[in-house]
């Protein structure tokens, strides 16, 4: 069993940083993608960031671009998403997910595994 834990959110403000970690258990960490989703309230989930350790490629979507970074710590079985000029629409709660399938996986439907999430609140 599969088990992914999200820390690190917050309050902070326009312009500022947050760090969020997902801790993973239960399965061999740096075979399978590993994602950020994110879900602002009344919308859907969507999709952040990959990493794909099989070839260590990440991939964004375009309004982080530039601002996030999503990186791991396959000793620790430990992802982050390094996010810095926050902005109040980067406001939601942020999941971390573990696909069931290598590279670049941006669907959330592809997404088998999930965290309970991480609030980040951005004040302007």
């Known amino acids: 069993q599969v088990q992914l834990v999200e820390s690190g959110g917050g309050l902070v403000q326009a312009g500022g940083s947050l760090r969020l970690s997902c801790a993973a258990s239960?399965?061999?960490?740096?075979?399978?993608?590993m994602g950020w989703f994110r879900q602002a309230p009344g919308k859907e989930r969507e999709f952040v960031a990959v990493?794909?350790?099989?070839?260590?490629?990440?991939y964004y979507t375009d309004s982080v671009k530039g601002r996030f970074t999503i990186s791991g710590d396959n000793a620790k079985n430990t992802m982050y998403l390094q996010m810095n000029s926050l902005k109040p629409e980067d406001t939601a709660v942020y999941y971390c997910?573990?696909?069931?399938?290598?590279?670049?996986?941006?669907?959330?439907?592809?997404?088998?595994?999930w965290g309970q999430g991480t609030q980040v609140t951005v004040s302007s």
């Open positions: 990493i794909s350790w099989s070839g260590g490629t990440t």
């Open positions: 997910a573990q696909s069931d399938r290598v590279g670049v996986v941006t669907s959330l439907l592809r997404y088998k595994y």
């Open positions: 239960g399965r061999t960490f740096s075979m399978y993608a």
